[in-house]
């Protein structure tokens, strides 16, 4: 799903991933503040979408106020 960040994030690039998966144990309280990278891939190619979030107590709220829409160039 993503990697969490802020004041006490470790300075590496580890595997050190926030994840949905049934059976893990990742703990989400209000206040974290999580850097959400959904994406999907496949044998010829990938994708992913990145924007930083915050937990809440009635889910999250985004950073960035940018339109939720496909843009056709």
């Known amino acids: 799903m993503g990697y ?5 994030y470790p300075p ?8 949905l998966r049934p ?8 206040g974290m503040t999580i850097h959400v990278m959904p994406g999907v ?3 010829e190619f990938g994708f992913e979408c990145s924007e930083p979030i915050v937990v809440t107590e009635k889910g999250c709220d985004c950073f960035v106020d940018f339109p939720r829409r496909l843009f056709v160039k």
């Not at 969490?4 to 006490?8: L, M």
């Not at 059976?23 to 209000?30: H, T």
């Open 4 to 8: 969490a960040y802020g004041n006490n």
């Open 12 to 19: 590496d690039w580890g595997e050190h991933t926030v994840s």
């Open 23 to 30: 059976g893990d144990k990742n703990v989400f309280v209000p």
């Open 41 to 43: 891939w496949l044998d």
